[in-house]
C-alpha cells in the first residue's frame, strides 16, 4: 500500500517500509514531508550525498541488527529464514525452554572462530499473548562479520530479500564508520555547532571516560537516546581496544524503530542513511578518508594487549619452565587451550586459523 505526498513531487510513501518513493531530493525535504501530520511513523531519511566511490565500495558497516515478523505459512517459519540466511560455516543449537526478551524458544548460531564455536546471532520465537505468533532474529557485529555483510553487496542484498519476503519489521540497526582522520573532539565541535540536529531543538547528549584527564582508556560521545530511536556514538575504539595512543574513532549510528519505520534498503545502501542521520556526517563521508583496514589494525591492538596481559600474568612462570629446561613444544603443550580469547573474537574470522597481522608478532619476536 503506497500514499500520494502530491502531484507536484511526484512521488509516495511505501507504507509497509516507510520508504520515500521519489526521485532523489533533499533528505531535508524529504524529512519535512515525512514528519508532517498525518504521517507517522516517520521514516529513517536517506542522505541527500552522491557518494563518489558508489554503492559497491561501502565505507560503512552493518554493526547490530535485530528484525521481528509476524510467523505466517512456511516462509515465516524461524528455521526457514535461518538457512535462508545463514548457509556455509554455520551451525546451530536449539535452546529448549529458554527464549529471548520474552519469547518461549531460540536457537543459537554458531560461527568457528579460532577453532572454538561462537554465538554469532539468535532466533527466538513463540510465547504469550502478541509474541505467541512472532519471531525475531539477533545479529552481532561479529555476525555481521560473519556473514560478510561488509564485504560484498550479494550478501546484504539476500538479508533484505530474506526479511522483506516474511515482512520483517527491523527493530534495530548500527551503522559504524571507522576513520584516524578526525578526534572525538572534531564531533563534540561539530555538536556545539548545531551539525548534529536537523530541527531546531539540539538533541541531548552524554560523556563516558576519561574527559577530565587523559588516561588512555578512550572517550565516548553519546548524541541522542536508544529510547527514542535514534543513538549515535562517537568514541575513540582503538584506545577501548586497549592501545592508549590510537588515533582510531569510531562514529556509529544506532537506528530503532520507535516512531520510525527503518527501511530495508537501509541494509545495502548504509552510506546513504549513515549521512541521514546527521548534517555532520555529509560532510564526513565527503571529505574524511575512512580506515580500510579496520580488522586488521584492532587485531594488531589487542595482539599487543593480550601479549603484555599475558607476560605481566605469566611471564615468570613461563621463565621458571625455561630454566626447568623445559623445551618450547613442552611450554607450548602446557599453556595451550583451544579457542580464542573473547576480545580476540572479531578478528579470527578468516579461515580456520589467525588473522593477526604477521607484522606484528615479527616485530615482537625480533
Not at 562517537?234 to 519505520?261: F, I, T
Not at 615468570?316 to 573474537?345: W, Y
Amino acid at each position: 500500500m503506497a500514499k500520494s505526498l502530491g502531484p507536484v513531487l511526484d512521488a509516495v510513501v511505501d507504507m509497509e517500509t516507510g520508504e520515500i518513493l521519489v526521485s532523489p531530493i533533499a533528505g531535508a525535504v524529504a524529512a519535512a514531508l515525512a514528519s508532517a501530520p498525518g504521517s507517522s511513523p516517520r521514516p529513517v531519511t536517506r542522505g541527500e550525498l552522491e557518494l563518489a566511490e558508489g554503492i559497491d565500495c561501502f565505507k560503512t558497516k552493518i554493526d547490530w541488527l535485530h528484525a521481528s515478523w509476524e510467523m505466517k505459512g512456511a516462509e515465516g517459519d524461524p528455521v526457514w529464514v535461518r538457512d535462508m540466511i545463514f548457509c556455509d560455516g554455520f551451525r546451530f543449537m536449539r535452546q529448549e525452554g529458554k527464549g529471548l526478551f520474552g519469547f518461549a524458544e531460540s536457537e543459537d548460531v554458531l560461527y568457528q572462530v579460532g577453532g572454538e564455536w561462537q554465538r554469532v546471532a539468535v532466533l527466538a520465537w513463540g510465547g504469550r499473548e502478541r509474541q505467541a505468533n512472532m519471531a525475531f532474529l539477533q545479529v552481532t557485529g561479529t555476525g555481521c562479520n560473519a556473514l560478510k555483510l561488509n564485504e560484498d553487496r550479494l550478501d546484504r542484498e539476500n538479508l533484505r530479500i530474506v526479511l522483506q519476503s516474511v515482512q520483517a519489521t527491523i527493530t534495530r540497526l548500527d551503522i559504524a564508520f571507522d576513520t584516524e582522520a578526525l578526534g572525538v573532539m572534531d564531533c563534540w565541535d561539530a555538536y556545539q555547532a548545531g551539525m548534529f540536529q536537523r530541527q531546531s531543538s539540539r538533541p541531548s547528549y552524554d560523556q563516558a571516560g576519561d574527559w577530565l584527564e587523559h588516561q588512555g582508556r578512550g572517550r565516548t560521545l553519546y548524541i541522542g537516546k536508544a529510547k527514542n530511536g535514534k543513538l549515535i556514538r562517537c568514541y575513540e575504539k582503538g584506545k577501548q581496544l586497549g592501545d592508549p595512543e590510537s588515533p582510531w574513532l569510531r562514529m556509529e549510528v544506532q537506528w530503532g524503530n520507535r516512531d520510525r519505520v527503518i527501511p530495508y534498503d537501509a541494509l545495502v545502501d548504509t552510506d546513504a542513511y549513515f549521512v541521514g542521520a546527521a548534517p555532520f556526517f555529509s560532510t564526513v563521508l565527503a571529505t574524511v578518508p575512512r580506515m580500510v583496514k579496520t580488522i586488521a589494525k584492532g587485531a594488531a591492538i589487542v595482539a599487543e594487549k593480550l601479549a603484555d596481559c599475558g607476560r605481566d600474568a605469566y611471564g615468570r612462570f613461563i621463565n621458571q619452565l625455561v630454566l626447568a629446561k623445559f623445551t618450547a613444544e613442552q611450554i607450548i603443550s602446557l599453556l595451550r587451550r583451544e579457542g580464542a580469547p573473547k576480545r580476540m573474537v572479531p578478528f579470527v574470522l578468516k579461515g580456520a586459523g589467525t588473522f593477526f597481522p604477521g607484522s606484528y608478532f615479527q616485530g615482537v619476536t625480533s
